[in-house]
Each structure stands twice: as C-alpha cells, then as structure tokens.
Nanobody, 123 residues
Framework: QVQPVESGGGLVQAGGSLRLSCKAS????????LGWLRQAPGQERELVAA????????QYGDSVKGRFTISRDNNRNTVYLQMNDLKPEDSGIYFC????????????????WGQGTQVTVSS
C-alpha cells in the first residue's frame, strides 16, 4: 500500500484559490487510483474528486464540478487538487486516499489514507 501525505491547505477568502498536493510513498503509484475527500465538523466525509489510472478518468462531487480539478503526475508520485472560486462551504479537512485498481475502473472505496490538511474559506 502507498502512504499518502497531503500539503497545501490553509486559510483563503471566498472566491480565492488553493492547490492541494498529495505525495504517495511506498507501493506502486501507477497502479493506484486516488481521491480527495473532505469532512466538515458534524458532517460525513464526502468525495470531492477522484482520478483513475486511465486517461480522462476523473469524477467530481456535484458541489465542486466546474470549480475543482484533480490531476496526477506519475513521475512525481503526486496527485493535485486545484480549487478555484472557493466558498465557505468548501471548508473542512481534506484527505487524500488511494486504492489499487485496474486501468479501466474507478475505486468504490479507498484503503490508504493521509492525515488530512485543513482548508478554511472565510466569507
């Protein structure tokens, strides 16, 4: 299993942008599908975005479509989440997660998790 480590969280004003990074060590990064999930206080963890192994294989939560972009750099063992036009409701702890999948499949769940990075959007 890979071990994800997130970075890039912080405090930003509404309408601003942040880019989160997640570097995965150990295991075979190229065999992993990856995702960003977030959890706000008192709420369940929700999928923000996921990226598979095949070209163009991405999925997004409805609330972030058109604002967030997930990408991966297999040479750097890193997955990114570009977040634009941030809203206060985007605040929460953002977790990077991974799961080994076949090339043509998106993960139904994740089994390797990072510690999370805090994102706070002020109004």
């Amino acid at each position: 299993q890979v071990q994800p480590v997130e970075s890039g969280g912080g405090l930003v004003q509404a309408g601003g942008s942040l880019r989160l990074s997640c570097k995965a060590s150990g295991g075979n990064f190229n065999s992993q599908s990856l995702g960003w999930l977030r959890q706000a206080p008192g709420q369940e963890r929700e999928l923000v975005a996921a990226i598979g192994r095949g070209a163009g294989m991405t999925q997004y939560g409805d609330s972030v479509k058109g604002r967030f972009t997930i990408s991966r750099d297999n040479n750097r063992n890193t997955v990114y989440l570009q977040m634009n036009d941030l809203k206060p409701e985007d605040s929460g702890i953002y977790f990077c997660a991974a799961k080994r999948t076949i090339v043509t499949a998106m993960p139904e769940y994740f089994d390797s998790w990072g510690q999370g990075t805090q994102v706070t959007v002020s109004s």
